[in-house]
């Protein structure tokens, strides 16, 4: 059974700061992971998709790293800003025919103080 | 382009209601799936539907199910409510099932709060 796990739980860093978000899982047949931000009582917005195949993604300020071997990915935001407070997810899907099941980590919930 | 929608935003119910959520999907995708998400438990897979068919079942009771119709359009019925149903249930689409590369979209959810 696969399992996600996100380090920490929670982290707050001043604002301007660089910051990296930890996320590991037991089972490496994959297909890709996702990264996903998450504003208090709202859905889920997806930020970066990594194939199985690569190593890492980058949008803007974010890139986010793939080690299927190890288990792990990273989330790295650069120049973190007060807007990029909320929590971050980390999700697998998994290897098998047809289908788009995610299993998700619990979350790291980040504060940028200003 | 439209997002996923989801009615209603938010549900008051009691215990041992049935309750009726809906999801539609981002024009031209055909898979939705459902998830629960709770304080204690996190993002749990419920079900995914694909061309209304149920492909992928979640460990649930069968309290929990679920439907699409043929316009991708899909709906989550839970019968007999308890205490513990209350969560934020969020609802993705996909544009095709075979695919590896696509990803999920989620909807903004609905809050079911049961009494």
């Known amino acids: 059974k696969q399992e996600v796990t996100q380090i920490p739980a929670a982290l707050s860093v001043p604002e301007g700061e660089n910051l990296v978000l930890n996320c590991s899982f037991t089972?490496?047949?994959?297909?890709?992971l996702q990264w996903f931000r998450q504003d208090p009582g709202k859905g889920l917005t997806s930020l970066l998709l990594?194939?199985?195949?690569?190593r890492e993604q980058t949008s803007g300020r974010l890139n986010a790293s793939l080690d299927k071997s190890s288990g792990r990915s990273t989330l790295y935001i650069a120049a973190s800003q007060p807007g990029d407070s909320a929590t971050y997810l980390c999700?697998?899907?998994?290897?098998?025919?047809?289908?788009?099941?995610?299993?998700f980590g619990k979350g790291t919930k980040l504060s940028v103080i200003p | 382009k439209a997002g996923v929608t989801q009615t209603p935003r938010y549900l008051i119910k009691t215990r041992g209601q049935q309750v009726t959520l809906s999801c539609s999907p981002i024009s031209g995708h055909r898979s939705v799936s459902w998830y629960q998400q709770t304080p204690g438990q996190g993002l749990q897979f419920l079900f995914e539907y694909f061309s209304e068919t149920q492909r992928n079942k979640g460990n649930f009771p069968g309290r929990f199910s679920g439907r699409q119709f043929s316009n991708s359009r899909s709906e989550m019925n839970v019968s007999t409510l308890e205490l513990g149903d209350s969560a934020l249930y969020l609802c993705a689409s996909s544009p095709i099932l075979a695919a590896t590369y696509n990803e999920q979209f989620f909807g903004p959810g609905t809050r079911l709060t049961v009494l």
């Open positions: 990594i194939q199985s195949s690569q």
């Open positions: 089972d490496s047949a994959i297909y890709n």
């Open positions: 999700a697998v899907r998994r290897s098998g025919a047809g289908s788009y099941q995610l299993t």
